[in-house]
């Protein structure tokens, strides 16, 4: 990369204000980062232990929980730890890591939640056939899919961009590396390859939601014809909150990526790149853990493995 002599690090500006008031942001960012950490751990270890989760929809909720953690995780330590040592520098390798995990665990999750919606449609409208259109080879291949398409996209979107020139302005208006704040500070003339690679990015992001839409169509002209009053609220409680969480990430998203490069920055496109780097890792797993009946009796049954009296005693010994 031939910008690598020139530049070595950049700053990150950041959320500005009185030192209290970044002391209550990083109180903020902790908690929300603690607890999806727990969160998406959590439902990790139980579908790993539970061989009553073993099935296509929780292997897909396993590995979106695992790219929500690598996205926050991308992101929420270094902010806070910049901001409690006053220290808003980053290394142009970190840059470059920080932009290849965060486009990677975005793309990839977008793919899995489009993935999760054809799996709940199979489920619902196709209930008879849904073992053989979801098998377990199916299963492994639309997840592998997904981490090599988000891999792959990652790896241009970072290639594209850190091969431009950054020359004397180093300070990016955003609290991580983001890639239109980087291209707002690019000093190079060759900066219209990456703008083009970000609107196709856009456009398959917007397949993806014409397809969950369309998938989500079939589903609930399907349940309107379930007799049973419960049936259909059951089915609504799962899919409604699973649409909406898709419908933020989205918005938030493609929001976050093209107003900086349409217009100048703003505090706003602050607030879209919380929303989208740490809502979803945040509410994932209360629309698949806490709301989820089965991942109870999972959790409940972890407990009493874990605390059974051998355990305890074990423990004691200890």
């Given amino acids: 990369m031939n910008n690598m002599s020139m530049v ?27 607890t999806a950490l727990l969160g998406n751990g959590l439902i990790i270890t139980i579908i790993s232990l539970d061989p009553c989760l073993h099935t296509p929809m929780y292997f897909f909720i396993r590995n979106l929980s695992l790219f929500d953690i690598c996205l926050i995780s991308a992101v929420v330590p270094k902010t806070i730890v910049n901001s409690l040592t006053h220290s808003n520098h980053i290394s142009f390798r ?28 199979a489920a619902i409208c196709h209930p ?3 073992d053989i259109i979801m098998n377990r080879g199916t299963c492994v291949k639309m997840a592998f899919f997904s981490c ?18 950054y020359c004397e302005i180093i300070e990016i208006q955003q609290f991580f590396c983001d890639i239109p704040q980087l291209l707002v500070i690019s000093c190079s003339e060759h900066i219209t390859s990456e703008i083009v690679f970000i ?3 856009s456009v398959l992001d917007f ?18 014809k379930i007799p049973s009053t419960e049936g259909k609220s059951k089915a609504y409680s799962t899919c409604i909150p699973h649409l909406v969480v898709i419908i933020l990430f989205l918005s938030t998203a493609i929001s976050a ?27 994932n797993p209360i629309i698949y853990g806490l709301r989820n009946k089965a991942m109870k009796v ?4 972890l407990i009493t493995k874990f605390f059974s009296k051998e355990n305890v005693f074990i423990f004691l010994q200890m």
């Fill in 199 to 201: 609107f196709i990015s």
């Fill in 298 to 301: 999972g959790l409940e049954k």
């Fill in 148 to 165: 090599l398409s988000g891999g792959l996209l990652s790896m241009i979107h970072t290639g594209l961009t850190f091969n431009l020139s």
């Fill in 207 to 224: 397949c993806c939601f014409i397809c969950i839409i369309i998938s989500y169509a079939y589903i609930f002209s399907t349940v309107r």
């Fill in 257 to 283: 990526y093209l107003k900086p490069i349409l217009a100048s920055a703003s505090f706003t496109d602050l607030i879209l790149s919380a929303f989208y780097i740490m809502l979803p890792p945040s509410l």
């Fill in 128 to 130: 008879l056939h849904y």
């Fill in 94 to 121: 970190g840059c470059v890591i920080q932009v290849f995990l965060v486009a990677f665990s975005a793309a990839t999750e977008l793919l899995l939640l489009t993935v999760m919606c054809i799996d709940r449609y």
């Fill in 8 to 34: 070595t690090e950049f700053i990150l500006m950041g959320f500005a204000g009185p030192w209290k008031l970044q002391i209550l942001q990083d109180g903020i960012f902790l908690a929300i980062y603690v």
